[in-house]
C-alpha cells in the first residue's frame, strides 16, 4: 500500500525556517517524480513544484522558488521541503504528493502549518 | 500562469441526482486536466487524469469530458460518499494551477 506521510509542521515565526519531511513506502520512491501542495486555510490549492525523481532537477511556483526548496533522499525514501523567510501567507496544510499517471496519483494526510508571533 | 475557474462553488444536490461541475482555463491546456476529490477528513484523492481518463478505484459514475479551455466532471448518480470538494488541475504549462474547488453538499 503507498504510504506518504508528512512531519515537520508546526508554529513557526515570521521570518523563520522549517523544513518538512515525507516519508513514502509502498512502492519504489526513486521511479517517481514527487511534488509539494499547499491548501491555504481558505481552501486555495497551490502547487510549490515538483522534484525529478533522481533529483537532479527542480521546478517551482515562480512566486516561491526564492524561498522553498525541494530536495530528495531516495535511500530514506524521503522527500523534503525548505522553507525559509516564511510569511503569515505561507501558512497552510502541506501535502506531499506522487506524480503517477499523468497526476498526482497519491497525497499524504498533509501537515499543517502556522506563521505567526 | 493559467487561471483556472471551477463554477459553481458551491452545489447542493440529491441522492442519486446527476450533478456536472465545470472547470475554464484562462487559455487552451490541450487536454491537460486532472480532478481531485476531497474528503471533509482532508484525504485526497485522484479522480480523472487527462479529461477524461479514471484513475485506477474510481466508479463509473464518474466522468470528464472537454477540450480547448472548457472541461467538466459528471457523477451520474450521487451516493453519500461523493458528497466532497473537487478541483480541477492543468498540467498544459508550468506553474502548474488548480481551481477554486466546488463543494457538492446534501440538499
Known amino acids: 500500500e503507498v504510504q506518504l506521510v508528512e512531519s515537520g509542521g508546526g508554529l513557526v515565526q515570521p521570518g523563520a525556517s522549517l523544513k518538512l519531511s515525507c516519508v513514502a513506502s509502498g512502492f519504489t520512491f526513486s521511479d517517481y517524480w514527487m511534488s509539494w501542495v499547499r491548501q491555504t486555510p481558505g481552501k486555495t490549492m497551490e502547487w510549490i513544484g515538483d522534484?525529478?525523481?533522481?533529483?537532479?532537477?527542480?521546478n517551482y511556483a515562480p512566486s516561491l522558488k526564492n524561498r522553498f526548496t525541494i530536495s530528495r533522499d531516495n535511500a530514506k525514501s524521503t522527500l523534503y521541503l525548505q522553507m525559509s523567510n516564511v510569511r503569515s501567507e505561507d501558512t497552510a496544510t502541506y501535502y506531499c504528493t506522487r506524480w503517477g499517471l499523468g497526476a498526482l496519483d497519491y497525497w499524504g494526510q498533509g501537515v499543517m502549518v502556522t506563521v505567526s508571533s | 500562469d493559467i487561471q483556472m475557474t471551477q463554477s459553481p462553488s458551491s452545489l447542493p444536490a440529491s441522492l442519486g441526482e446527476r450533478v456536472t461541475i465545470s472547470c475554464r482555463a484562462s487559455?487552451?491546456?490541450?487536454?491537460?486536466l486532472n480532478w481531485y476529490q476531497q474528503k471533509p477528513d482532508g484525504t485526497i484523492k485522484p479522480l480523472i487524469y487527462?479529461?477524461?481518463n479514471l484513475q485506477s478505484g474510481v466508479p463509473s459514475r464518474f466522468s470528464g469530458s472537454g477540450s480547448g479551455t472548457d472541461y467538466s466532471l459528471t457523477i451520474s448518480s450521487l451516493e453519500p460518499e461523493d458528497f466532497a470538494m473537487y478541483y480541477c488541475q492543468q498540467d498544459a504549462s508550468f506553474p502548474r494551477t488548480f481551481g477554486g474547488g466546488t463543494k457538492l453538499e446534501l440538499k
Open positions: 487559455q487552451g491546456i490541450s487536454n491537460n
Open positions: 522534484i525529478k525523481y533522481d533529483g537532479s532537477y527542480t
Open positions: 487527462y479529461t477524461s
